[in-house]
């Protein structure tokens, strides 16, 4: 069985909040306050050290943004404005929940069959730390068992639709290939034809007012959609086997994706 325990945590909302490119006046304000508070803190809990660098000795530097890290997390973690989304969150975390415990089995028929994994047997625990809505997430940590999960509900099912993607990459993790088409197939597989299932409406790469799918994956996806179309209906073939199939059929050049390493690794995460 696969299970979710979604998690709530201070530590990961406010890191999210930092690193985040919002317009959202509340996160505008607390990366302010924090600013203010320890300039080379708010660096470290960014993602963005490389201030830190600048000085003689980076070490240093380091040691002098966590010394008063306790008291200045506690400022912020009391700050009115962080308990608000705090609060917010759990009522998200609960709703996403909900949705997915509501959606579980079926999701999970339609996933067996349109992958042809034997998903049923599956034994996975992992855990979805949830941030706030308005900040979007949708990463996998599969040595962590880890998902971080956020977005807004831009449509039916959208929560359900995008754990089981994140699932997904877990799943398929450790499997030798390219992770370019495999995410393409995860793309295929949850974000086109579960949602379409699920919604018992739809049609591929868009959803009413919003276009469906990583900009740099969509063109593989179209190209290969008759290969996936004919899959579905051949009960013989699993995701995998598929997934062997294409990669012998097109060119290397065209299964590679143009990012760089670093951004590859994230995505796919």
Known sequence: MIRLSFIVDKSFILQHILKSFSDWRSVKVLKHKLWKRNQKLYYILAQNIEPLTFA????????????????????????????????????????????????????????RDITKLPLDTVQLNLEVYISHPKLSRGRSYPEQRVIAWAHSEDWKNYSTVYLWHEIM????????????????????????????????????????????????????????TEEWKKYLNDPRTNVYQLERKLRSKFSEEFLVSRQSALNEWAEWH
């Open 56 to 111: 003689d000795n980076f070490s240093e530097e380091l040691k002098r943004a966590v010394k008063d890290s306790l008291s200045d997390l506690s400022f912020i973690y009391k700050n009115p404005l962080f308990r608000k989304i705090l609060k917010e969150t759990e009522k998200y975390r609960l709703f996403v929940n909900e949705q997915w415990e509501k959606n579980y089995n079926l999701s999970l028929m339609h996933m």
């Open 169 to 224: 990459h877990h799943i398929a993790y450790s499997r030798k290939g390219s992770s370019h088409l495999m995410h393409a197939l995860i793309e295929l597989a949850c974000d086109n034809e579960l949602r379409v299932r699920l919604n018992g409406r739809g049609g591929y790469f868009r959803e009413g007012e919003f276009d469906v799918g990583h900009n740099y994956l969509v063109k593989l996806e179209r190209k290969i």
